[in-house]
């Protein structure tokens, strides 16, 4: 099933002044649950403003997902942005239709992409062709030594849709070389989950200023 997130970033205490004619102001206390509540009528109200990016990922050894997911934390940075944090098996056309941006995450798997992302745009490709045309998007590659061919795979189909890319793909080598390494679990370092969290509130800012 896909993962619908929406990220609103608050703090758990703010004083709102309000200025009332011929009254002086009054500071008043507003509960986390009623500014929540609030801020999704606000953007209701204002359905331009809600923009989305799509993170889709493919993650056998967690390597991957943790790049998908700290990408994600980089666009909760902008509370206009919404995220769709998909798994490639569960997501489809109408996921990148309802986007205006996004991240594909993968691992490289015998110096391809893996199966389920190749599976993903598969069952992508032509029901989406000619219509999301211009949109940004970056890519993660979470690679055991190269990464580079499952990065150029992901640029020719994303040329095939005219997207444009924001970033040179982020690619994380984990340097695992026997059956062992490979098949492990994954923990990937803090330096490359920070460029994976930079690329993300790249995406996110240039979505909330309308610059993509």
Known sequence: MAVF??????????EVFLDIPSTRKLQVKISPFVRCFAA???LWLNPRRMKTILIVFHSNTGGTYQMAEAAAKGAASEPEIRIDFTDAADAGPSN???????????PENLAMMS??????FD?????VLDRIVGRPYATLVCAGSDGENAA??????AAGWRLKPIAEPI?????AQTPEAILAPKQIGEFDLKRCEEVGATLASGLALDIY
């Open 5 to 14: 997130q929406t990220y609103l970033s608050f703090r758990a205490e703010r």
């Open 40 to 42: 999704a009528g606000l």
């Open 96 to 106: 990148l239709l309802q986007a205006s941006a996004y991240i594909f995450a993968t």
């Open 115 to 120: 199966g389920v992302m190749k599976h993903f």
């Open 123 to 127: 069952r992508t490709y032509y029901p």
């Open 152 to 157: 150029r795979q992901i640029h020719r189909i």
């Open 171 to 175: 690619i994380v080598c984990t340097h």
